[in-house]
């Protein structure tokens, strides 16, 4: 914990130390350097394209490269530094025509899925911790339906063995549809478990009702809504992860697509001044 600590007053020193070097160089060289926006420009397009290497490090961790936890920081710090080298580089304003708005909106896009994404990879872990034991992502359907196949199976044993249609008539009235429902995947992120916790509430309820026979079945379905719970909460955090990454990587490649344009265009059309 306390190299962790250290290690982050170190990477923000650096990253403050950076920007003041950047607004101070630029303040002091862009009134007598017209193409101030082609340095700042490239720079950007450098940084960009820094970003963009650490998804190809974590495709090839047999290279010896530093581990994907000293990128991740790397990546970070360097992508709060793109801020403000961004802001410099528009002049500290909105950018106008319609390219160039989509190319600003783009990197903001990026830059916003990038934060949101640091901070939930690292709450996830901790939820799927407090799950219990973890599931391979795509091994979750199958067990998701070993737990359905067994709670039908013990409400229709449930019947001989007790001669009673008490509990597979709170089956097929409560249960039937929870165990083959993943779930919903926003309200499992936040941590809301209001359909199994009724669930729950209504096992609790039935039990007082049951006899000595229908009690152990109960029970175990009560453990195995219980593990349903868990395998819901970890597919509905996983699946998040997946999706970050499907909006993060996407939205970085059209934005490094995008001003490889931008700088077609600035070198052919324009007197060379970026954005402006």
């Given at each position: ?242 999706l970050w990454l499907f909006t993060h990587i996407p939205l970085t490649y059209s934005l490094i697509i995008a001003t490889a344009f931008h700088v077609v265009l600035v070198f052919g059309f324009s007197s060379g001044v970026g954005f402006r």
């Open positions: 914990m306390r190299f962790f600590v250290q290690r982050r007053i170190l990477s923000s020193a650096l990253l403050v130390a950076a920007l003041t070097v950047l607004f101070v160089g630029h303040s002091r060289l862009a009134p007598g350097l017209r193409q101030i926006a082609f340095l700042t420009g490239w720079a950007l397009l450098a940084v960009c394209l820094f970003l963009t290497a650490y998804n190809a490090r974590k495709k090839l961790p047999f290279l010896p490269l530093g581990t994907s936890r000293t990128w991740l920081q790397i990546h970070a710090y360097v992508g709060y530094f793109s801020v403000g080298l961004f802001a410099v580089h528009t002049g500290w304003r909105w950018p106008s025509g319609w390219f160039e708005e989509t190319l600003a909106a783009l990197y903001l896009a990026v830059m916003v899925s990038g934060v949101f994404g640091l901070i939930w990879s690292r709450i996830v872990p901790r939820r799927l911790t407090a799950c219990g034991d973890e599931v391979v992502f795509e091994r979750i359907p199958i067990i998701r339906r070993q737990l359905s196949e067994r709670a039908e199976q013990l409400a229709l044993d449930s019947v001989v063995s007790t001669r009673s249609a008490a509990i597979a008539d709170f089956y097929n009235l409560h249960l039937a549809g929870y165990f083959v429902d993943p779930g919903g995947l926003w309200t499992l992120c936040i941590g809301s478990h209001k359909v199994s916790r009724r669930l729950l509430d209504k096992l609790d309820d039935l039990q007082r009702f049951l006899n000595a026979d229908q009690k152990p079945i109960l029970s175990e379905l009560i453990t195995l809504v219980r593990r349903k719970e868990s395998l819901d909460e970890q597919h509905a955090l996983q699946l998040s992860l997946r």
